[in-house]
């Protein structure tokens, strides 16, 4: 706790200085979310039946997009070198990062999250669910995209950055959706709560070492 309470306010001072880069992924995320009743009509059980999945695509592109802020500013000036050296445990420090990376950019995504839910007409439980999967899925989604963002860090463009990522957040979109689309059905929405929880812990644990792994071969 000593050592990720500065990082998270690092971090976040950090993003205060440049705004409109920790708000892109909110502004992608409402943009996805309110193009695509455009462009599928005013059928109403149409967009009920599509939105828990356009909702949760469109978070899942969102934290993509900014995956490549993570790390990439602190190799540049030297303050990743600096971390690795310091006395202290690195999966701490990765955990950090990933805690206000969380913070700053998934975070403004869950706040706004119902009101994408009403525009596709959900009903209020199923808003509710919609709010608490993602709760559960995006810290595990930037779990995910921090391992890729070491595995590719230094290099060029951000494709292989999203090939690398995509494949394992599929479970967690499938889930993710599928517990408000069985809330929307009446289902019960548990089974899908509890696999979400678990691809957490299983993130938690696993992911912040492998992260912290994939630094040093990296500045090495």
Known sequence: MLVAIPIIGREVRLASRRPMDALSALFFFVAVGSLFPLGVGPDAALLTAIGPGVVWVAALLAVLISLHRLFLPDLEDGTLEQLLLAPRSLTGIVGAKVVAHWLVTCLPLVIVAPLMGLQFGLLPQAVGVL?????????????????GAALTLGLRGNVLLALIVLPMCVPVLIFGSGAVSSTQQGLQAAPHLSLLGACLLVAGVLCPWATGAALRLAVE
């Open 131 to 147: 709010l608490l999967s993602l709760l559960l899925g995006t810290p595990t989604l930037v779990l995910l995209g921090a391992l």
